[in-house]
């Protein structure tokens, strides 16, 4: 694993069997949730298919040591609240670091998966709706759907993108019916969308995992 001075923090893995034609790998973003850092998620990478190269990202917004935040929530009796201005900075902010990571990191720029879990699965989603010639594909674990967003989404744009969304159906953080409203908006948009749900809390299990791997290869062969 090794850094580069890009505009965000990260980790990156390089492919580990790489293309024996040498062609360029294909790329995983994985992008954490709330309070966490680069690291987390990057400790998954040994599960992960050995043709990828994975890229492991830090949150822009220091919460304290080695905790990090995508944009600021707060904790109210009606629910958790987002920052508007926050959450529109980090997508462009997260939209802006795929578009530099070509230059930095030989990729196939046109096999791009962006992965996150919980506010980072927020934040893909925001990225695949608003932004979706930014990736190949998404991966949202735990998550709740960017705000508006389906209903102004480039379907032509959509069209066939492969997408995951698991959930926790004991997840306290965000309620499995957030994870159910995804499952409703992205079933009227041309996507790809594979939906799964777990007897689990706000994580990450076993079950999850293996689907997630599953997932993956079935996307490699593609």
Known sequence: ???????????????????????APPLLVLAHGY???????????????????IVSVR????????SYAWFDLEFTPE????????????LT???????????????????????????????SLGVLLHQPQSVGGVIALSARLWPDAAEHADREALAGKPVLVTHGIYDTVIPIAN????????????????????????????DALRDVLAWLEIWLRK
């Open 79 to 90: 629910g958790v609240k987002a920052d508007p201005e926050q959450a529109a900075e980090a």
């Open 59 to 66: 949150a822009p917004r220091a919460m304290g040591q080695g």
């Open 1 to 23: 694993m090794q850094t580069k001075p890009l505009s965000l923090t990260h980790l990156v893995r390089r492919p580990i069997q790489p293309p024996a034609d040498g062609a």
């Open 93 to 123: 902010t997260l939209t802006g670091f795929l578009q530099e990571l070509p230059d930095a990191y030989e990729h196939d720029p046109s096999r791009v998966l962006l992965g996150g879990f919980s506010q980072g699965a927020i934040l």
């Open 35 to 53: 309070g966490s850092n680069e690291q987390d998620l990057m400790g998954l990478a040994s599960y992960f298919d050995p043709r990828l190269m």
């Open 179 to 206: 994870g159910r409203e995804i499952r409703a908006a992205l079933s009227e948009l041309p996507v790809d969308l594979t939906y799964k749900e777990y007897p689990m809390a706000h994580e990450i299990n076993g």
